[in-house]
Structures are given as C-alpha cells and as structure tokens.
C-alpha cells in the first residue's frame, strides 16, 4: 500500500509551518491549507480543530543513528519508559524516533531495516522518503480490518486484529487501532477519531 497523502485538522498552522521550515522540506500555502511534501508523500494541515493523530516517516535503514542526532537538534524527542529516546521494534526489525508536533500528532521516524535505501551522510531532508503509517482509530478493528482487505486486498502483517494491527506493507500501513487507545509512546494522546482523508493508491479512508 502506498501513502500518498494525509489529511489532518489543525488548529497552529503557523507553528506547523516553522516545524517543517526547521527540517528545511517544502510546505506551501494550498486553498488554506498547509501542504508539506515529504519524500514520495504529503501531509495536509487543513484548518480545524485537531484530534492526536500518528503517522510515520520512513527514513533509510543505515540513517537511524544520524536521524535520531538530527532530530534531536530540531525537536524534543519523546521518551520510554526508561528514559531512553530510542525505540527499538525487533519484531518489526526496526528502530524508530518519536516526538510531538504543535497539534499534538505523535510522530515516528522509522528505519525498516528489511527495506534498505541508498543513503550518503550527512542526515537532511532528502532522507525523509515518505509516509509508511497513517494512524486509523475505528470502532471495531476486526470488522475494519475485514472491510480493507475486501476494498484493496491490503492484510494484517502485525497486530491481534482486536485492539491493534498494522495493515498493508512495512512500506505503507494504516495502523488500526480500537478508538480510545493511547498512541505509543505516550500516557495521554488518545486516538478518538481517524484522520480527514488518507489517500492511497488503493483508494481514500476513511470510507
């Protein structure tokens, strides 16, 4: 499943908008939206009341490390439980960064480490390469889930399909999740409702 755009409220855009200056990625002014590219995608701040959303931004396999250093200088990265701002997903094989944005979407950069990209040093926004997770509270994950595989073939790889799953690629996946749920990392940033639109090259949820 391809990500090719987000769609989410928000209520600072002006602040989004220096977010993204800091990264030094393209956003431009769109009928009164902010449209930010990222890699391959792009994320759509529309003016509006936000609800805590998540998304992830792949980055190359052999890019964490200085990722994690870079986003550091730009942000203030989230932390576990033991303090540490790394996450590591053996599971998944991968390592990810998280942090906050003005709205309070949680955020991840993520290194798939089964997915390996060229990448030259040092780390900038060349090596942002795109969208491969949109968050999607639903109310029940299992008829959901049934629902997109039936409309775009796209299958749970990860989750227990009652309260959590990952569905499509590690290239591209709604991460559903039971409305209610707190999105990881975090104690307090519940899921209560899905994105305005996430656009795939499957076809635009939600329905």
Known sequence: MHLREIRLASARLEPQRALYAAFGVQAADEDGALAVGIGDARVVLVAGEPSPQHFAIRIPSAAYADALAWLGERVDLLTGEHGGRRFAFPDWNADSAYFADPDGNIVELIAHH?????????????????????GMPVADVAEFLDELERRTGARPWSGNRETFAAAGTKAGSLIVVGRGRVWYPTRAAAATRPPIAVHTDAGTLPW
């Open 114 to 134: 089964d997915l390996p990209e060229p990448y030259t040093p040092p780390f900038g926004p060349a090596a942002l390469l795109g969208i491969c997770e949109a």
